[in-house]
């Protein structure tokens, strides 16, 4: 069986599988032990190597993938669908605007444009 005759079916993890936002980028997730991948989409040979590649594209959005890295151990091979599950990894929670702190900025932005223009006369 070649890279190829993978394309468009499903992988099942044997084991929790690392993904990858690149080849060898950072990890961005893992599908657990018993978990289907989504349907394969492509594949890609690096430092020889392969990597699974896999759409994760949101409606409305630019077009994505993730990687995970191709290891005998670690995939299973289905024609149909499971439970498709991706773990992501925890990262700390960063509130870049809290609550009411934008409408605030955006106030003295206005103030500050229309202090500009007065002075401007």
């Known amino acids: 069986m070649t890279a190829a005759d993978v394309l468009g079916r499903y992988l099942i ?4 599988v690392p993904v990858y936002d690149a080849p ?8 657990k032990k018993g978990n289907s ?6 594949y890609l040979v690096r430092q020889g190597q392969v990597f699974w590649v896999f759409d994760y594209t ?19 091979l289905s024609s149909v669908p499971g439970n498709v599950a991706i773990a992501p990894n925890v990262l700390p929670s960063v509130d870049v605007f ?12 206005a103030l500050g444009l229309l202090a500009l223009l007065i002075l401007k006369k």
């Open 58 to 76: 949101i409606p409305g959005q630019t077009p994505g993938a993730y990687y995970a890295l191709q290891s005998p151990d670690a995939f299973s």
């Open 37 to 42: 991948t989504p349907e394969v989409y492509s």
């Open 24 to 31: 060898f980028g950072t990890r961005i997730g893992t599908i």
């Open 98 to 109: 809290p609550a009411g702190s934008l409408k605030k900025y955006a106030i003295f932005g």
């Open 13 to 16: 993890a044997k084991k929790d």
